[in-house]
């Protein structure tokens, strides 16, 4: 932000804000980089349906899930790295981290989750077929599946059960290294004391069923979309199944945002005055109209109708799309109210001030735009390489 | 000697080695501070009497001297604050120096009840939010008590100024690194004063070694009642306030 | 041992190989680095010592006196004795190293002196304070006032010289017409050393009597029974008296 910027910025500024509080130092990048490992860890989830919890009707989506997790999880540092004010600092984290600091986690919370869950589990998934695969397709596919499988060729039925045995056993911890993935983060923000909109015990589980409600209506956003795009028919079923999941995942949400709410009403502390002030002055739209009504009540609303009364199966699907796209909306949103609204009041709790999005710079919301876009982007190129469903070639062309 | 008494033979000198060796380093520790014992340095704090404060802001313009501190009103190690609390028992704060810069409505000299100066600056806490957050240790305290941070180091993160409950910390737009008061650490290091004690006009401010019978901060502390700011978040402030209104924040 | 270990499975042995491969890397890198990268204490030991080492701006009070006696000397007696030289002149140490090249400023406009004596209804009370605009305009402040000796050229008669705010806030009142010594009794060297010197006030309910019991002969004021009138308590309990007016 400029100096002259800055200075337009004061003349907002409602109350008294302490003098250093007028530049933000979270921006849209630091909304951006919770939304993105929520997906990861609620797409995950979804996948660990399939093979931890045996829900069979899933298994359409569960490559999918698993790809999605790792388009977004790839994308997930950037974010971060653009808004550091030394980015070429950014290994120090890895070399000299500070054990007390929950952020110091991210770089080896990460690897781990990166590599020793995501990457080995989706490695044995698609070992076996990668090897079939490879035996009859030409260079650069030939290539790019031989190494990946690392040069592997046992296909006996003993070692495919080794592989269903190593998924199980992979998915099972991922369980809760998705929940470390996306909860330090939750952590992060709930352990400033200095921040009553922030420091709450439920940070961490808000932040983690917020991102299981994203993360699976991601994966049933992607699964509608595609699968028509490739001609082919959508498995009612599994949507309907993911659905309810949805459905319960979306209920827990709104039962610890409604207890969070509740709770802060009822003790009143002294923070409430500006928090209120905060919602009521700053938040309005984005916490009562986007979060709250369209992101939270309107879906909660169609699902129970969906799960009370018999829809027929077309009106179902637009439904569930729709429903899909406002749980993103909805949930991107909570994001941006727990950040941007928690520095848009003073710590004085006497003065309020505003959050100037810039349009274009390292970040602003063209940079914001582009890495949301870019995960898609990887998720292409990853199905080229491990076709979510049946061999590659066999997409019906157009 | 067969297989297994080897092996419990092994085992168990591994084990004496273990314990040897841990011992002798803690040995040698503490015999590092029996003996050549360092000086012990001294720990410094910060007095400021409100009722002195005449809100003149010399220190905040020696500060950003003395510490290169840019000179947009957006970056501050020290800042006064006004306050002013009115008959209707209504509260404005106003930050010295910035009132041409925010809107603010014009305070009616015959409706106070009560306004006073309030300086403020990083409170050096002895239980620090900032050196807990920071995820690469860019900030620590030193031996003295004072709260730095390695310009070097910081990645730039932003955590310390979220974590810090005073506002005491901004990001310096040259180097886009964290910076705050240091207690002018370049100063007490040599026998001087902070900048700020040292043009206070009124001597509002006044700095020394706390855990010392003779020192300024010492007689401060038995003469009047002490304040610190925000004592219930447990930050062990060592700046204290003397006539520190209960409506400061 | 050997048995019937099942077959040790291909796929973990060539994920064996990447591991131990990666291991390797990292532990190259690790070595390779330089401890200054990964020993906190030296950094830190480091970052302690720059800190240190930064350049001084101010070189504080005591200094001066070394080479500029008189002006010194004055100043250890005045009423800015509790005063830096470099409270007004500005950061010195560049000076002290090269006084002939370099020379602090000497503030002499009217702009200055009122940063801390122009009357504000924040400062504290007793504080001495002027009205800029008003106070011999256009004269500079040092005309009349040595900076180093700054005690005004004839001794304040009016207690607004110090009491600005108690005075602002008496002309608006119903004591407006009440000159400060109807109540308060000021020793002469109260104005000149006011810290020395306790300046009275009324010490009984009788006093405030005098003008507002019922038995008073003076018209005007406001009567109240004396004898009745929350009897356990001291006028100024409830009234301040430089704004004595009763309101909800």
Redesign the interface.
Known sequence: MTHNEMFELLKQVTGHIYPNEIEMRWSILIVLYPYLTGLVAGAFILASLVEVFNVKEVQPTYRLALLTALSFLLVAPLPLLCHLGRPERAYEVLLTPNLTSAMAMFGFVYAWYLMVVLLLEIWFGYRKDLIVWAKQEKFPMKWIHRVISLFSTDISEEAVRFDHKAVKFITAIGIPSAFLLHGYVGFIFGSVKANPWWSSVLMPIVFLFSAIVSGIAMVLLLYMVIIPMRKEHIDMNCVDRIASFLFYAVIVDFSLELLDFIHRLYESEESIKILSALIINKLFISLVVIQVLLGMLVPLAVLVVIQLFSVEEELRRLLYFVTAILIQVGIFSVRWNVVIGGQMFSKSFLGLTTYKMELLGVEGLATALGLLILPFIILAVLMKIFPPWGAPGQVQEA | MNRRAFLRTLGATIVRAGVFLGLSRAGAVGAAIEGAAPEEKPRYGMAIDIDRCIGCARCMEACKTENNVPQEPFYFRTWVERYVIKTDESLTVQNVGMEKYQIAEPINEWDILRSFFVPKLCNQCDHPPCTQVCPVGATFSTEEGVILIDSTRCIGCGYCIQACPYGARYLRPDTKTADKCTFCYHRITKGLLPACVEVCPTQARVFGELNTSASPLTRFKRMEMIHVLKPHLNTEPKVFYANLDGLVR | MKSSLP?F???IG??A??AVLLFAALSWIWLV?PPS??E?SL??E???E?????????A??TICGACHVPEYNTKKTGY?R???C??CH??ARAHTHNPAKVKPEIPQSRNFCP??HAY?????LG?PQINPVAHNPMKPCVTCHNPHDPKPPQTPQSCAACHQ?IM??KA?SPHALLECTTCHVAPEEHRVDPLSTQVSKPSSREFCGQCHSKDSKIPGPPKIDLASHHEKYLCWQCHYPH?PTVYR
């Open positions: 077959k499975p291909e796929q060539r994920l190989i990447v680095l990268l990964k906190r950094q830190r480091a970052a302690t720059r800190e240190q080492a930064k350049d001084l701006k101010y504080g009070a800015h509790s005063l830096s470099e409270t500005g950061p940063l801390c504000d209804p924040s400062r504290p504080f705010s602002r806030a608006v704004m």
